[in-house]
C-alpha cells in the first residue's frame, strides 16, 4: 500500500504556484489536491472522496473545454451551408469526416474517412472537397464545384467519390480558458 504525505508537493524547480500541488485532508472524509499555495488555492486538481472516487472539479484541465459536431451535411456544389456552433469562442481545432451513405469507391455503407478541411484544385473548374471559414458564432462551410477526392477503398488510388453517397460531418473544439479557469475555480 503506498502513503500520500499531506502537505505541499514542488513539481519542476522554481516554487512558481503553477508547479505546486497542496495535498490536504479536510476531515469530511476528502482528500484535496490544489494547484498554488497552500495561503493561495489557484484551482483544485483532483478531489479523492471517502468512497475512493475521483472527483476533477470543473472538468479536467487543459486540453478542450467543448466540442460541436455537425448534423450531416449533403454535397450541395458551390453551395455555402453556415452551422451555429455554440462554444462561446472562435474554434482552434477542425476535423471533417465523410460518412459513407451507399457503398462506393470501395466503401461499405457506415465506413468512415477523415479529410482535409480545403478546396483541392488544378484550376477554378476543378474544385473537390469544401473550404472551411469560422468565428466565435458560426462555421461556414463552402463545397467545391465537384465532390470529395477520396482514396479509392481497395487500394487508395485517388478517386472522385459520387456526392449522393456521402455525408459530411464537421467537427470543432475550443481550448479552455487557463485564466478564466484558474480565476472561476478558487
Same mark, same amino acid.
Given at each position: 500500500?503506498?502513503?500520500?504525505?499531506?502537505?505541499?508537493?514542488?513539481?519542476?524547480?522554481?516554487?512558481?504556484?503553477?508547479?505546486?500541488?497542496?495535498?490536504?485532508?479536510?476531515?469530511?472524509?476528502?482528500?484535496?489536491?490544489?494547484?498554488?499555495?497552500?495561503?493561495?488555492?489557484?484551482?483544485?486538481?483532483?478531489?479523492?472522496?471517502?468512497?475512493?472516487?475521483?472527483?476533477?472539479?470543473?472538468?479536467?484541465?487543459?486540453?478542450?473545454?467543448?466540442?460541436?459536431?455537425?448534423?450531416?451535411?449533403?454535397?450541395?456544389?458551390?453551395?455555402?451551408?453556415?452551422?451555429?456552433?455554440?462554444?462561446?469562442?472562435?474554434?482552434?481545432?477542425?476535423?471533417?469526416?465523410?460518412?459513407?451513405?451507399?457503398?462506393?469507391?470501395?466503401?461499405?455503407?457506415?465506413?468512415?474517412?477523415?479529410?482535409?478541411?480545403?478546396?483541392?484544385?488544378?484550376?477554378?473548374?476543378?474544385?473537390?472537397?469544401?473550404? *472551411?471559414?469560422?468565428?466565435? *458564432?458560426?462555421?461556414?462551410?463552402?463545397?467545391?464545384?465537384?465532390?470529395?477526392?477520396?482514396?479509392?477503398?481497395?487500394?487508395?488510388?485517388?478517386?472522385?467519390?459520387?456526392?449522393?453517397?456521402?455525408?459530411?460531418?464537421?467537427?470543432?473544439?475550443?481550448?479552455?480558458?487557463?485564466?478564466?479557469?484558474?480565476?472561476?475555480?478558487?
Amino acid at each position: 500500500m503506498s502513503k500520500l504525505k499531506l502537505g505541499l508537493l514542488q513539481v519542476g524547480r522554481s516554487p512558481t504556484a503553477n508547479l505546486n500541488f497542496h495535498i490536504r485532508n479536510l476531515l469530511d472524509g476528502l482528500l484535496r489536491i490544489t494547484r498554488g499555495f497552500p495561503e493561495a488555492p489557484i484551482a483544485d486538481v483532483v478531489r479523492v472522496n471517502a468512497d475512493n472516487s475521483l472527483e476533477f472539479p470543473g472538468g479536467i484541465k487543459g486540453g478542450f473545454a467543448k466540442e460541436y459536431v455537425s448534423p450531416e451535411q449533403a454535397f450541395v456544389a458551390s453551395s455555402l451551408v453556415t452551422l451555429a456552433h455554440g462554444l462561446g469562442a472562435a474554434p482552434k481545432l477542425f476535423q471533417g469526416v465523410l460518412t459513407c451513405k451507399t457503398a462506393d469507391a470501395g466503401y461499405a455503407v457506415g465506413d468512415t474517412l477523415v479529410i482535409p478541411l480545403s478546396i483541392e484544385s488544378s484550376s477554378a473548374a476543378d474544385s473537390f472537397n469544401c473550404q *472551411v471559414r469560422f468565428d466565435a *458564432v458560426n462555421i461556414y462551410v463552402r463545397f467545391g464545384i465537384n465532390s470529395f477526392l477520396i482514396g479509392r477503398g481497395t487500394d487508395g488510388a485517388s478517386v472522385q467519390s459520387t456526392a449522393a453517397n456521402w455525408r459530411l460531418i464537421v467537427r470543432a473544439w475550443v481550448y479552455r480558458d487557463w485564466e478564466t479557469d484558474r480565476k472561476s475555480v478558487v
